[in-house]
């Protein structure tokens, strides 16, 4: 039996890979959802000038 070091190690790197891939597969059915692959408006725009309020939701 392997000592506990590797099957903490061997379960560290496991959970590492589940997440990344359940984080992978959730933002393309994002995507896909929206039907648009891009990055959303925030990460492309993000340092300029803010966009306009919508009509109806001023402060």
Same mark, same amino acid.
């Given at each position: 039996? #392997?000592?506990?070091?590797? @099957? $903490? $190690?061997? @379960?560290? =790197?496991?959970? @590492?890979? $589940? =997440? $990344?891939?359940?984080?992978? =597969? @959730? !933002? /393309?059915? =994002?995507?896909?959802?929206?039907?648009?692959?891009? !990055?959303?408006?925030?990460?492309?725009?993000?340092?300029?000038? #803010? !966009? #306009?309020?919508? #009509? /109806?939701?001023?402060?």
């Amino acid at each position: 039996m #392997p000592s506990n070091e590797y @099957l $903490i $190690i061997g @379960l560290a =790197v496991t959970t @590492l890979v $589940i =997440v $990344i891939l359940a984080a992978t =597969v @959730l !933002r /393309g059915r =994002v995507a896909k959802s929206k039907g648009d692959t891009a !990055r959303s408006s925030f990460t492309e725009n993000h340092g300029e000038a #803010p !966009r #306009p309020n919508r #009509p /109806g939701t001023e402060h």
